[in-house]
């Protein structure tokens, strides 16, 4: 048997539809996903169908109504009080609220009181977009609320734009030498966080599924007395490992690309409506700094592959294999949980050791330190994580050379 042969067994045995198919339904659940939260944001930009009962004939309730139809359908207008119970139940399942404008409206903003608006909304259900509607009317009032103190304010003679906005904030954000003008450090801590919380998520799941096929792939060879049959064909040891890691890591590569266009679909149904562009301020990457990830990712997925290999030898059946995926797990978990709610730069010494000695930390952090054109700690991590395969893949030849792994007995 040749060495590609071998990774071609691998990727067979592990390209199973037991495999694949969780794999299909979790893109399609992203994109369902993505796709509901999608239409949710489209609902709440869209113009509603509404009710309007305005029993006022004043200026501030022409004023009002002028600025709900900038942005909602009315479905039925009415000027009588007496309507409201038989409009909310003929139009319960063509409107999502009815508004209602009592005749005294303009009366108690003349007379410096406070005038009210009524707002009866016909709820269908409590689900986020069940509910997400009713935010609408939340600008359509404070832009009427605007409007009015600017016509109280205009008749005095007075501009109404510097009462009601003295103040006119600038923020310039100074970030790593980057001067990034008209945003706040919350919006752009924000905005990145969406944009780098694909691979870790990713990187999580690729690690467990691929590694876990491993570990489960060498238990049940055990079981079925396969191993011991590998083991005897005229290729030498180094090579049945190396092959293992390779289709292993083939088919981990194939996963976290199906994964990562799902998630990444899924993420960027709530960056629809988002108006910032880090292009513009120089914070975008380049196809050589997609070349390193791609390449950090690869040797973390290679480097956990490794691990796995040396894992596998303990295990015993496909049961106990298992138990063994544990130690791997809280690799991926410790890093992918750190990095989402932290910066590096900005840890304790202690967490950046802890989170540069593990191999899957490199990939989850490379798309941040690139942004901010540190390629220093992205090529030290390539670098670290090459090693750290490299010495693993030692130990897993060393062990397939000896009777460890048909045992699963480490003798002193």
């Not at 006022?56 to 002028?66: C, E, L």
């Not at 590998?230 to 194939?254: C, D, F, H, N, W």
């Not at 199906?258 to 513009?280: C, P, R, T, V």
């Not at 040396?310 to 995926?325: D, E, H, I, R």
Request: glycine share 6%; with cysteine.
């Amino acid at each position: 048997m040749s060495f590609f042969s071998l990774v071609k067994k691998e990727i067979k045995e592990l390209l199973t539809p037991s495999t694949i198919l969780p794999m299909i339904i979790t893109v399609f659940l992203f994109v369902a996903l993505g796709n509901a939260f999608g239409n949710i944001a489209e609902e709440v930009e869209k113009k509603q169908d509404i009710g309007l009962i305005n029993c006022d004939n004043g200026i501030f309730s022409d004023i009002a109504v002028q600025e709900i139809e900038k942005f909602a359908n009315i479905k039925y207008e009415g000027k009588d009080e007496g309507e409201i119970d038989k409009v909310l139940n003929e139009f319960k399942d063509k409107i999502i609220c009815l508004i209602f404008i009592p005749s005294n409206f303009s009366e108690n903003i003349d007379s410096s009181k406070q005038a009210e608006i009524k707002i009866y909304w016909l709820v269908k259900g409590l689900g986020l977009g069940d509910v997400i509607s009713s935010a609408f009317f939340d600008n359509v009032f404070t832009t009427i609320s605007n409007k009015i103190s600017s016509e109280i304010i205009e008749k005095n003679g007075i501009n109404s734009t510097n009462v009601l906005s003295p103040l006119v904030k600038k923020e310039i954000t100074i970030l790593k030498n980057n001067e990034i003008e008209g945003i706040s450090p919350q919006m752009l801590s924000n905005f990145i966080y969406s944009q780098s919380v694909t691979i870790p998520i990713v990187m999580m799941i690729i690690v467990m599924m691929s590694g876990g096929m491993v570990i489960s792939s060498m238990g049940m060879e055990k079981e079925n007395k396969t191993l011991e049959t590998l083991l005897t064909l005229p290729i030498r040891r180094s090579e049945i490992v190396v092959g293992k890691i390779t289709g292993s890591a083939v088919v981990g590569l194939m996963m976290a690309t199906i994964y990562m266009i799902g998630f990444s679909y899924y993420i960027n149904s709530f960056q629809a409506s988002s108006h910032i562009k880090l292009a513009d301020y120089g914070l975008s990457l380049s196809g050589y700094d997609y070349l390193l990830i791609a390449l950090s990712v690869f040797l973390a997925l290679t480097s956990a592959l490794a691990m796995c290999v040396v894992l596998g030898v303990f295990a015993k059946n496909y049961k106990s294999a298992q138990t063994l995926t544990l130690p791997l797990s809280m690799l991926a978990l410790i890093p992918m949980f750190l990095i989402m709610f932290k910066d590096f730069e900005t840890m304790p010494s202690l967490l950046k050791i802890i989170l540069f000695i593990i191999p899957f930390s490199h990939p989850m952090m490379a798309p941040r330190f690139l942004l901010f054109n540190n390629y220093f700690m992205v090529i030290a991590g390539i670098a670290y994580v090459a090693i750290f395969s490299i010495i693993f893949m030692l130990i897993a030849v060393k062990i397939f050379n000896t009777d460890k792994l048909i045992t699963g007995i480490i003798r002193k």
